[in-house]
């Protein structure tokens, strides 16, 4: 009964996102400003899908850390509160919003492709260091998909399509900027993330650091992230360029994030 | 040329090196070595470990170098904590390399840990303190969910602490032992020991002794070992034998000594199925079955550098995010033109 009511209220939290990204990318391409409606959409959306989750979370005694299921939810929840939190306070980059959102759909996809089914919550999760840790890292994520959303706008506005769609954007210098700020942010808490983890591992298993594949994933996202960070210190370089990196990054973080803690056999799985 | 202009020229020749070594692209470069170190070492099976430690010495001269010809370090504190702060994560990272220790080891119900490791991996400059620690296991108790998933770990250990005194614990899941920087911690490692006294037919000390069986319920379907009577060159094998369901995958259970068993003993030809009191008779002694107890297995880590480490790691990213607080808040993110109070 309450997983049914679980699973109700996390549908209907995704209508609303979707309907909420439908009408950002239609209000981008046909140029209309429906930033109210968008604005209110995403915030029932999170209002339905913490529903769901809290129920989730009472009916099985602990919070969405341990499946795919619970994995891919609890960040498209904080990946949306990020971004609304974006949406709602820079009102000059709301177009973004029509990048950000299909990425957001792709991972709605595959949340609806998998099994709601329960896992077991390990011992070695019965710590404090487990909520610090991963919200450290939903920050970091967070971050990154602001910035992403700000890189797909410079990068299409290379097309005279999309050009038109996001001419109210800012100029492509100052979105470069305000993703590079995101970057750094993000930077600060995936460093955060790796300490927090770091503390967590010496008590779950004997060790702060020992090479697992998301140990050493998350260590390759820092790295690729401080690379990005430093080129742009180091040389000028174009928004395009800059755009591109915040990409990569995100594209590394991303696999780092739902792809490596389902390949990897070691005890340091998706708690993310 | 003169002395002195030679001795101007070498002095200029080291300086720029030293600048060359704190530039910001060499530490670009050191960054995708390291990059592509990280990468080697996680996709070879062979030992990479210098595609690590080669990127990383480099950025320690890279980061020592720039704190030393960088002006930007003298205007800027957060930029200077940040950049002290990694280089002594990397210092702080090469000496617990150079002196961890990392280990096993098996102690039953009732025994004691006597500084002795089943598996051991230590630094060339780890000292041998571990040799001298000593604790008792009191026994353990662990939670297992339907579908035999473990829970909680619960072991009771005692130890002399820090005044001398007698103190007993209990540890398991987040909460080691810690003896003089030795952190012992129950792994997923237990199982069944039964325990002997041989009593040798030349007379002397009885000595009692405990076969530790494999992982239980890892190594479910094979509850045997192989041993040798200390003092002699007999061989023994030794099966555990029970039919009762330890741990019932279908309820919340606890892990349990199987009350009812029969443990099979078998010296070359010759085999016996015994019970707790009963003997095998052996030439060179007598062999007594005195009952089965659980052993536990700990994982035992010795790193000095931890508390340095993570203070060292807390300082760089908390002044990194001065760093940058005050490199943001000096110019907001749309406005054309840096008012040049920033680098």
């Known amino acids: 009964m309450e997983q049914l009511l679980e699973l109700k209220l996390l549908w209907a939290a995704l209508v609303a996102y979707v309907l909420c990204g439908s009408l950002a990318i239609v209000g981008v391409v046909l140029r209309k400003r429906p930033e109210r409606s968008v604005l209110a959409l995403l915030l029932l959306g999170l209002a339905l899908h913490t529903a769901s989750i809290a129920v989730r979370w009472d009916r099985l005694g602990h919070g969405p850390f341990i499946t795919m299921f619970e994995i891919l939810s609890s960040n498209i929840w904080s990946l949306m509160l990020a971004f609304t939190i974006a949406y709602w306070r820079i009102a000059a980059i709301r177009a973004s919003a029509a990048v950000v959102m299909p990425i957001l759909f792709i991972m709605m996809g595959w949340l609806m492709m998998t099994s709601p089914g329960e896992g077991h919550f390990p011992p070695t999760y019965h710590t404090v260091w487990l909520f610090i840790h991963i919200g450290f890292g939903k920050v970091f994520l967070g971050a990154a998909l602001v910035a992403v959303g700000l890189a797909g706008a410079i990068l299409l506005r290379r097309t005279a399509r999309g050009a038109a769609w996001f001419q109210r954007l800012p100029a492509d210098a100052r979105l470069d900027e305000l993703a590079y700020r995101c970057m750094a942010l993000g930077f600060i808490f995936e460093t955060l993330m790796l300490i927090a983890g770091a503390i967590w591992a010496q008590d779950a298993w004997g060790r702060y650091w020992a090479w697992d594949p998301l140990e050493t994933w998350a260590f390759i996202t820092w790295l690729a992230l401080g690379i990005s960070l430093h080129a742009r210190v180091t040389f000028r370089l174009s928004p395009r360029t800059g755009a591109l990196m915040v990409l990569a990054v995100f594209a590394v973080a991303f696999l780092t994030f739902f792809g490596v803690p389902f390949v990897s056999t070691s005890p340091h799985k998706g708690a993310v | ?343």
């Open chain 2, 1 to 343: 040329m003169s002395v002195a202009d030679s001795a101007i020229g070498s002095r200029s020749a080291g300086v720029r090196l030293l600048r060359l070594a704190g530039s910001l692209k060499f530490a670009l470069i050191n960054l995708a070595a390291l990059f592509v170190g990280v990468c080697v070492a996680y996709l070879s099976d062979s030992r990479t470990v210098w595609a690590l430690v080669v990127p990383l010495a480099s950025s320690a001269v890279n980061l020592l170098a720039a704190m030393l010809t960088n002006a930007v370090f003298r205007r800027q504190l957060p930029l200077l904590v940040f950049h002290l702060a990694l280089l002594a994560v990397i210092v702080l990272v090469a000496l617990g390399r150079l002196t961890y220790l990392k280990g096993a080891a098996e102690v039953v119900d009732g025994g004691s840990f006597d500084g002795v490791l089943a598996t051991r991996e230590a630094g060339p400059f780890h000292g041998d303190a571990i040799a001298a620690l000593s604790f008792a296991s009191h026994g353990f108790t662990i939670d297992y969910a339907p579908g035999i998933r473990r829970g909680a770990t619960r072991n009771e250990v005692a130890f002399r602490n820090a005044a001398g005194r007698l103190e007993t614990r209990i540890i398991g899941d987040q909460q080691p032992l810690v003896l003089a920087g030795y952190r012992f911690y129950t792994s997923h490692n237990k199982g069944f020991a039964p325990t002997f006294v041989w009593h040798p037919a030349a007379g002397g000390v009885p000595q009692l002794g405990a076969v530790h069986l494999p992982a239980y319920p890892l190594h479910e379907y094979r509850q045997a070992r192989e041993w040798v009577i200390p003092g002699t060159a007999t061989v023994v094998w030794t099966m555990l034998q029970f039919q009762e369901i330890i741990l019932d995958p279908d309820k919340a259970d606890q892990f349990k000594l199987p009350g009812e068993h029969d443990l099979v003993v078998r010296i070359g030809e010759q085999r016996w199925q015994l019970q707790p009191g009963m003997s095998v008779s052996l030439p060179a002694g007598r062999l007594e079955y005195v009952g089965l107890r659980g052993w536990m297995g700990y994982t035992v880590f010795y790193d000095w550098t931890i508390p340095w480490l993570l203070a060292a790691a807390l300082a760089a990213a908390f002044s990194l995010g001065w760093h940058y607080w005050r490199k943001f808040a000096a110019r907001p993110w749309n406005r054309e033109q840096d008012d040049g109070t920033t680098a």
